[in-house]
């Protein structure tokens, strides 16, 4: 493990406002937080792109991290998606989301497949501006309405069979998230899932001596 300036690292998600204010009350409450990790390519944060801003928050300028390397320590990249049960309102936003992607994104190298029932549909799309269109329709309301009925998950094949409505959005190769940080691009939030053992580590830094290497600074 390591300290890392905080303003060396480069995201590439955007931060999920409420679950931001649920992980700052957690570490304020508990005076310590789990290391991050960080690409050692190019200083790329892997997971944990919320604590990274709870402690800008708290006026840190330092935080631990656990060095990985895509080839060694990273299992794959995942994908994640939106699913739900059965209802008419259910249906009708699933097929007006895909309808969307279908009329304003790329084409590309990559699927968004969408399953309603046993009817299923995929697109061909291109995987970064599929997902900048997505921060821009987040923003819509009739966006709010749907996530607000549709549950998001780490995709898997299990999932697409058990829910009745299952949008399985695109996955990002490293090369897709390297351009993206690269680029100074910023997907939603939650739009990569690393599978690594380095997640299970069970490891917590104190804040004040966060604090202290902070003043050093």
């Known amino acids: ?19 931001l204010r649920y992980v700052l009350k957690e570490i304020k409450s508990r005076g310590i937080v789990k290391p991050i990790i960080v690409d050692k390519v190019k200083n790329l944060v892997i997971d944990g792109h919320h604590r990274v801003e709870v402690l800008k928050l708290m006026g840190l300028k330092v935080v631990p991290a656990v060095i990985a390397s895509y080839d060694r320590d990273i299992h794959r990249v995942d994908s994640w998606a939106y699913v739900a049960n059965f209802g008419e309102e259910v249906h009708r936003l699933a097929r007006e989301f895909l309808g969307e992607i279908m009329y304003s994104v790329k084409k590309g190298d990559k699927e968004v497949c969408m399953k309603i029932g046993f009817e299923n549909t995929c697109i061909s799309v291109d995987a970064i501006d599929f997902y900048l269109l997505l921060n821009e329709v987040s923003r819509w309301r009739e966006f709010s309405i749907f996530s607000k009925m549709f549950k998001k998950t780490p995709f898997n094949h299990a999932i697409y069979r058990e829910y009745d409505v299952c949008i399985a959005l695109p996955k990002l190769s490293v090369e897709d998230i390297y351009r993206v940080a690269m680029e100074n691009l910023t997907l939603p939030p939650r739009t990569t899932y690393h599978r690594t053992y380095l997640k299970k580590v069970d490891m917590y830094i104190p804040l004040k001596f966060l604090a202290k290497i902070s003043k050093r600074l």
Do not use: G, R, W
């Not at 905080?6 to 998600?13: A, F, K, M, R």
């Open 1 to 19: 493990m390591v300290f890392l300036n905080i303003e060396d690292l480069v995201p590439h998600e955007a931060v999920n406002l409420d679950h």
